[in-house]
């Protein structure tokens, strides 16, 4: 049984930071390039960042680059996505997901895997 887990979402003021967790289980991790997406309510899920198998390569959402930092650890099974200087846009439900493509994909209809999602809410 594939299992993707989020954690760390919350409720901050604009400006401030989280940091989200993504534990996978169930699968070969190292071999698998993930993402993280996002969903407002009544709008469709967005692609936010992906990085490849080994970290060596990364993608980002035009209007999160500079603030948003993906990064993971193969040896703890786990994905990240640090957000810094958080906009009220950002408010969303965030979900991780795997693929079987080593170098990821900004195509959500690409990934195999999905997790549950964590919701992230930026206040004025």
């Known amino acids: 049984q594939v299992q993707l887990v989020e954690s760390g979402g919350g409720l901050v003021l604009a400006g401030g930071s989280l940091r989200l967790s993504c534990a996978a289980s169930?699968?070969?991790?190292?071999?698998?390039?993930m993402g993280w997406f996002r969903q407002a309510p009544g709008k469709e899920r967005e692609f936010v960042a992906a990085?490849?198998?080994?970290?060596?390569?990364?993608y980002y959402r035009e209007s999160v680059k500079g603030r948003f930092t993906i990064a993971r650890d193969n040896a703890k099974n786990t994905v990240y996505l640090q957000m810094n200087s958080l906009k009220p846009e950002d408010t969303a439900v965030y979900y991780c997901?795997?693929?079987?493509?080593?170098?990821?994909?900004?195509?959500?209809?690409?990934?195999?895997?999905w997790g549950q999602g964590t919701q992230v809410t930026v206040s004025s």
């Open positions: 997901a795997a693929d079987d493509l080593f170098f990821g994909t900004v195509t959500a209809g690409s990934y195999d895997y």
């Open positions: 169930g699968l070969a991790f190292s071999r698998y390039s």
């Open positions: 990085i490849s198998w080994n970290g060596g390569n990364t």
